[in-house]
């Protein structure tokens, strides 16, 4: 079965600095998303990006894909304490229902 | 708040113990979910529910029961659970579980600790 995978798994930054993640799955996909969690809290939402898109902006967010190579990577820009997070990658599968499989994560510490 | 509510919030629980999670969401979606979240692994999808339909099992032990009495309420009835089982259970929902990659919205979880 597919899996986004995540790398790093851990990343420790300091405030101001660019927080780069990356991602890779194994199989097809419709499109790709990243997820942000809280330490002990829920996953929020942060940005879909189609599989016939290569890059998408959402204000200090980045997206990039290239299914190629089947990756993607996630880039933070001017980082705050408050991006502290977890964050997951999430892909789905070309011709099945709603499924979306959840990669380990990286953890960003961003140190103020 | 992303409009997905869970309750409890914590729980601990004996392994004899019988107890239900409650998700409720106030979105409007037609698709719920069921996961669960363990230290080191990487999120696992329980059930799907499509249209208060079971669309997915994904495994789950029997000990795991789900209900779906409508589109905007999940449950998730536990009973003679493993320590194993202790875990963060996080419930979401999107607009249609029918489609390709939908973007799920998560409620705060619950976690459960089995004694």
């Known amino acids: 079965s597919q899996q986004g995978e995540e790398d790093p798994q851990a990343l420790s930054i300091q405030e101001g600095e660019n927080a780069t993640m990356n991602c890779s799955y194994k199989?097809?996909?419709?499109?790709l998303q990243w997820y942000r969690q809280n330490s002990g809290r829920g996953l929020v939402h942060l940005i879909l990006?189609?599989?016939?898109?290569r890059e998408k902006h959402s204000g200090r967010l980045r997206v990039t894909l290239d299914t190629s190579k089947k990756s993607s990577s996630l880039l933070i820009t001017a980082s705050r304490a408050a991006d502290t997070a977890s964050y997951f990658c999430?892909?789905?599968?070309?011709?099945?229902?709603?499924?979306?499989?959840f990669g380990t994560g990286t953890l960003l510490a961003v140190q103020p | 708040e992303t409009g997905v509510t869970q309750t409890p919030r914590h729980l601990v629980m004996g392994m004899t113990n019988k107890k239900s999670l409650k998700c409720e969401q106030h979105?409007?979606?037609?698709?719920m979910y069921w996961y669960k979240q363990s230290a080191k692994k990487p999120l696992e999808l329980m059930f799907v529910?499509?249209?208060?339909?079971?669309?997915e099992n994904n495994s789950v032990p029997s000990r795991f029961s789900p209900e779906c009495p409508n589109s905007s309420h999940l449950f998730l009835h536990l009973h003679t659970l493993q320590p194993e089982d202790s875990a963060l259970y996080l419930c979401?929902?999107?607009?249609?579980?029918?489609?390709?990659?939908?973007?799920?919205?998560f409620g705060p979880g619950t976690r459960l600790t089995v004694l």
């Open positions: 990006i189609r599989s016939n898109e």
């Open positions: 979401a929902s999107s607009q249609d579980g029918l489609a390709g990659g939908d973007t799920q919205y």
């Open positions: 199989t097809s996909i419709n499109n």
């Open positions: 999430a892909t789905d599968a070309r011709g099945a229902t709603n499924k979306l499989i």
């Open positions: 529910y499509n249209f208060k339909e079971q669309t």
């Open positions: 979105l409007g979606h037609n698709a």
